[in-house]
Each structure stands twice: as structure tokens, then as C-alpha cells.
């Protein structure tokens, strides 16, 4: 599978952005799908992921209640909805994907497929 994610932008403190990985092929529905994201100068971190369906996600302590990750498995894309966005999240952002695990995972070692990343900057 190819994982494509283009967007990403500026914006200001408090604002809002949506980022949108789209998948090639047609298992895209059996792939757990996950968002990192690397800040200069620091690892590259989990901040979210969602199973097959949809119906169960997980997130990072410090994004949880500002972004919600979302899929749309008859388009093979999964979006990452951010709100209440701080320079804190300033950062390249990475769509995943998890071919085999049957939970939740936030280690990126069980995340075989990766986009080419996106570029999110928020301003103070």
C-alpha cells in the first residue's frame, strides 16, 4: 500500500486544520491506520490510530479532546482533525498504516506503511 498525504499548512494558535492520508489499493479496510509526528529536535511521537472500522480509536494524552482522527474506508483515506491547535504541535505529521495487529497500536515498529509526511506549523 501507498500512503499519500498532502496538506499540512500554517496556522495560527486556537485555529483548526485537517489532515488527509490517502491509500492505494483495496485493503485499505484491513489496515489499522495510525498519525505520528516528529517536532524538530525530538523523537518522532504517536498521536493517534484507528482500527478497521472505525470504532475504536486512540490518542495521544497530549492531543486528546483537540483532535480526532476519522476514516473513510470506501475513499481509503483516513483524515486527522485538529482543533485548538498550539505551537506545541508544530511538527512534520506522518500517516501509518498497521497491516496485522488486532489492537490498537502506538509503537511504530507495527506500522509497515508510511506516507511521506506533512508539514504543520502553528504560530503563538
Known amino acids: 500500500v501507498q500512503l499519500q498525504a498532502p496538506g499540512g499548512g500554517l496556522v495560527q494558535a486556537g485555529g483548526s486544520l485537517r489532515l488527509t492520508c490517502a491509500a492505494t489499493?483495496?485493503?485499505?479496510?484491513?489496515?489499522?491506520m495510525g498519525w505520528f509526528r516528529q517536532a524538530p529536535g525530538k523523537e518522532r511521537e504517536f498521536v493517534a490510530a484507528i482500527n478497521w472500522s472505525g470504532g475504536s480509536t486512540s490518542y495521544a494524552d497530549s492531543v486528546k479532546g483537540r483532535f480526532t482522527i476519522f476514516r473513510d474506508n470506501a475513499k481509503n483515506t483516513v483524515y486527522l482533525q485538529m482543533n485548538s491547535l498550539k505551537p506545541e504541535d508544530t511538527a512534520i505529521y506522518y500517516c501509518?498504516?498497521?497491516?496485522?495487529?488486532?489492537?490498537?497500536?502506538?509503537?511504530?515498529?507495527?506500522?509497515?506503511?508510511w506516507g511521506q509526511g506533512t508539514q504543520v506549523t502553528v504560530s503563538s
Open positions: 501509518a498504516a498497521d497491516p496485522s495487529s488486532y489492537y490498537l497500536q502506538k509503537t511504530q515498529r507495527n506500522y509497515d506503511y
Open positions: 489499493g483495496r485493503t485499505f479496510s484491513r489496515y489499522f
